[in-house]
């Protein structure tokens, strides 16, 4: 929460999205516990050119600073992760055993985490993928051909789910997009309360405020609202943070429909 600037705030959310993704594809292991207090900004970048020899640099892990050509190398990052005390290994030497209970931090805490199982479908419009700036599309070739199929926005109907929900709930556990939901809720939360300095103060919206910090419920009924082809809701952000609108607005769409359920209205 002490990070000085909007920029630097997507640099380091984009930052930690690489990691979950490395950890969960390269490390079979789920963080469980993203939080403002876990995800840490350091000034001087960090690099990770000469990481251990027992643990090499993978090659596919490439931060924000390289993308948007702040750096040559593809390993410098002001961000990192911590506390993996909540973590998961998935790997096949722990065989089907699943942690008992949830795991996060309140605000941020995915909500079919905090259910203990999917968030229920409604009908929504989920915004197609931008095209990706050529550093991405290089860096990332076999990611942008993967969503490839996604470039063009989706109506999403409840009807077209036909989805067993008791046998969802009792399959249901704690996935990747989860913790990716986890920093939305981190935007969102820090988009809200921070007051730029040499800047006439703005409250935040009583009705808002009181959706973010309340249970999974209300915290969807902050995201189908956030998610309306229409202007954020009132004293939502502070105005000087308006150009962020867009991005908050896509993001929400996207997280109005749970990933179980949308994987089912595809092949």
């Known amino acids: ?103 996060g931090t309140p605000i941020v805490i995915a909500r079919a985490v905090e259910r203990g199982a999917p968030v229920p479908p409604t009908l929504a419009q989920v915004p197609g993928i931008p095209q990706s700036c050529s550093l991405y599309a290089t860096a990332h070739l076999d990611r942008v051909k993967e969503f490839s199929s996604l470039i063009e926005e989706k109506i999403i109907h409840p009807s077209s789910t036909p989805i067993d929900v008791k046998k969802s709930r009792d399959e249901f556990r704690h996935k990747l997009n989860h913790d990716a939901e986890s920093v939305f809720w981190l935007l969102l939360y820090w988009a809200m309360v921070v007051q730029p300095e040499n800047c006439r103060k703005e409250k935040i919206g009583a009705e808002p405020w009181s959706q973010l910090i309340g249970d999974h419920k209300t915290r969807n009924h902050l995201i189908r609202n956030i998610a ?40």
């Open 1 to 103: 929460m002490s990070i000085p600037t909007l920029s630097q705030v997507l640099e380091t959310l984009f930052d930690v999205l690489e990691v979950l993704r490395y950890l969960w594809l390269h490390r079979e292991v789920l963080h469980r516990d993203i939080s403002s207090g876990n995800m840490l900004y350091v000034e001087n970048s960090l690099d990770r050119s000469s990481p251990p020899k027992t643990v090499p640099l993978p090659q596919d892990l490439c931060f924000a600073k390289y993308l948007l050509g702040e750096s040559n190398d593809p390993s410098k990052t002001s961000m990192l992760l911590v506390d993996f005390d909540l973590a998961e290994h998935l790997g096949p030497e722990n065989g089907d055993k699943t942690r008992i209970g949830r795991t």
């Open 228 to 267: 309306l082809p229409e202007p954020l809701p009132d004293n939502l952000i502070h105005s000087l943070f308006n150009p962020l609108e867009p991005l908050i607005t896509d993001l929400a769409a996207v997280l109005v429909i749970d990933s179980h359920w949308l994987a089912a209205t595809d092949p």
